[in-house]
């Protein structure tokens, strides 16, 4: 999801995310070992653990379980093997889903995936199907009581964004992936933390829903898919009014 319609996801289900800190700080270890075995340990030669350790630090991570994870990743410490998938699928109402994930079985986490998506009217798509119809950005979402517009503009155009968004409540960043790790840093040392932070698959076209019900079952199947242990990240291209949600 991106845009408004994350960002009234992201506020609806704040506690809820909360609750499942334990999940998040799982997936970051999964990430952080799997960079730190591909690049090394060493952040300051190895831009993509760098950029994992910040989000880590932004979700309170702990320290020692950042350490490990690394220390998995590099091999000093022993660990299972996990690989990033991307598996694309259809949502009620036409919905283009894509869902990320770090597994380290690819059998479970993709029956995982396609029981749920059918449990919700959905089904699996084919490789390719969808992905020509997001593009890869990363996104930062920050509220908008956290920062005036011109200050954030200023900051975040100088650190190498390509936009800011005004969406009223919220101010959305987007910058290409090449620049993800340098506006993150940026924002970290300013003190402006985003609500979400993450290299995303921003939709080219939303498709609007505007029945109830259907908004309703393809917001539980995105938080379905979010639930399953191996998912890391959904994104979805639905415009869903919030007016539906009084």
């Not at 997936?27 to 190895?46: F, T, Y």
């Amino acid at each position: 999801m991106s845009g408004h319609s994350k960002w009234a996801t992201t506020k609806r289900h704040k506690a809820a995310i909360d609750a499942k800190r334990g999940k998040v700080f799982s997936v970051l270890a999964k990430e952080l070992a799997l960079a730190a075995r591909s690049g090394g340990g060493d952040p300051s030669s190895n831009a993509k653990l760098r950029t994992l350790l910040l989000k880590a630090r932004t979700a309170n991570m702990p320290t020692d379980n950042i350490e490990r994870a690394v220390k998995k990743g590099t091999g000093e410490l022993p660990g299972v093997s996990y690989e990033e998938l991307v598996y694309e699928g259809y949502a009620p109402g036409g919905i283009g889903i894509i869902v990320e994930v770090t597994t380290d079985n690819k059998n479970r986490a993709v029956g995982e995936i396609r029981s749920t998506f059918t449990k919700a009217g959905g089904s699996l798509a084919a490789p390719g199907a969808l992905a020509f119809n997001f593009h890869r950005k990363g996104q930062f979402l920050i509220n908008a009581t956290a920062i005036t517009e011109d200050a954030l503009m200023e900051i975040a155009l100088d650190a190498g964004a390509d936009d800011v968004i005004n969406n009223g409540d919220h101010f959305e960043v987007l910058c290409t992936v090449h620049e993800y790790d340098a506006v993150a840093k940026v924002l970290e040392d300013k003190g402006i933390k985003p609500e979400s932070s993450e290299i995303a698959y921003i939709p080219n076209n939303t498709v609007p829903v505007s029945d109830p019900a259907t908004a309703k079952t393809i917001l539980r199947l995105i938080e379905a898919l979010d639930d399953l242990d191996d998912v890391k990240a959904v994104h979805a291209n639905h415009a869903i009014n919030e007016s539906l949600f009084p």
